[in-house]
């Protein structure tokens, strides 16, 4: 595979992974400040969001390939989940925890499941 074509595949589903992140933590936080809706309401939907990024990584990840959607979603979960997790260490007074490991978990289900699903929606154009 061409290294600039697959470059180009890794970065468009990481910025597709930042936007959702951005977009709806920012109505997140606006909806938050004017007391619309609980702190509760905040961290479930914090965590939504983090999945559906994973989410639509992993799908958009695998629209390009042909086979293996499920490699593509391991690999952008691997290549995210290792950004978080330098995040999480170097960034935070916090040692990993057993209940870090079943979250890193679940993400990494998500962009399989993502990827299964975002083979199916190849594009076979230009």
Do not use: C, P, R
Not at 11 to 32: N, R, V
Not at 43 to 71: D, E, N, P, Q, R
């Amino acid at each position: 595979m061409n290294y600039l074509k697959s470059f180009k595949k890794y970065s468009i589903s990481f910025l597709i992974f930042i936007g959702i992140i951005f977009i709806f933590t920012f109505f997140l936080s606006i909806f938050h400040y004017f007391d619309v809706i609980s702190y509760q309401t905040v961290s479930i939907a914090k965590m939504i969001i983090l999945l559906v990024s994973f989410f639509g990584g992993g799908f958009f990840m695998s629209v390009s390939a042909t086979k293996k959607g499920w490699l593509e979603g391991i690999k952008f979960a691997l290549m995210v989940s290792i950004f978080l997790l330098l995040f999480q260490i170097l960034g935070i007074d916090k040692s990993f925890q057993w209940k870090d490991l079943i979250f890193y978990l679940i993400l990494f289900m998500t962009a399989i499941l993502g990827g299964m699903i975002g083979i199916h929606f190849t594009f076979h154009g230009k």
